[in-house]
């Protein structure tokens, strides 16, 4: 499944850098046929590669990874049943392009989550 997430966050950079396939493939070192295989799917990236990529993005590879636009839904018919859940119930990771100012407010409310959630339970 994190091979649907890292080519749907793939296609969602070129698109809003305006970025082609070709100019992606020529920054990573990798054919532009390949890189069509792997955005359809159809192939299977090393890690190496996916770290090209990454850097060819200036994105983070965790964030290509693990973050995505998709829905619970799409997740769990990608995972063909119920996707993975890294985060318990009643916690979702989500990604956002926001001002500064409201950037800021949102990473102190991921502090206190995580903080929260690195307390042991009282069972």
């Given at each position: 499944?994190?091979?649907?997430?890292?080519?749907?966050?793939?296609?969602?950079?070129l698109d809003e850098r305006g970025m082609t396939k070709n100019e992606?493939?020529?920054?990573?070192?990798?054919?532009v046929s390949f890189l069509s295989?792997?955005?359809?799917?159809?192939?299977?990236?090393?890690?190496?590669?996916?770290?090209?990529?990454?850097?060819?993005?200036?994105?983070?590879?965790?964030?290509?990874?693990?973050?995505?636009?998709?829905?619970?839904?799409?997740?769990?018919?990608?995972?063909?049943?119920?996707?993975?859940?890294?985060?318990?119930?009643?916690?979702?990771?989500?990604?956002?392009?926001?001002?500064?100012?409201?950037?800021?407010?949102?990473?102190?409310?991921?502090?206190?989550?995580?903080?929260?959630?690195?307390?042991?339970?009282?069972?």
């Amino acid at each position: 499944m994190h091979n649907q997430i890292f080519f749907t966050n793939i296609l969602r950079l070129l698109d809003e850098r305006g970025m082609t396939k070709n100019e992606l493939a020529a920054k990573a070192d990798i054919s532009v046929s390949f890189l069509s295989d792997l955005t359809n799917g159809k192939a299977n990236p090393s890690l190496k590669i996916m770290e090209a990529i990454a850097e060819a993005l200036e994105t983070p590879l965790p964030t290509l990874l693990e973050s995505t636009d998709l829905d619970r839904e799409s997740l769990d018919a990608l995972a063909g049943g119920t996707a993975p859940r890294s985060l318990p119930e009643g916690v979702v990771r989500v990604s956002a392009v926001l001002p500064e100012h409201q950037a800021f407010i949102v990473k102190k409310w991921d502090e206190a989550a995580r903080s929260k959630l690195r307390k042991p339970s009282s069972s």
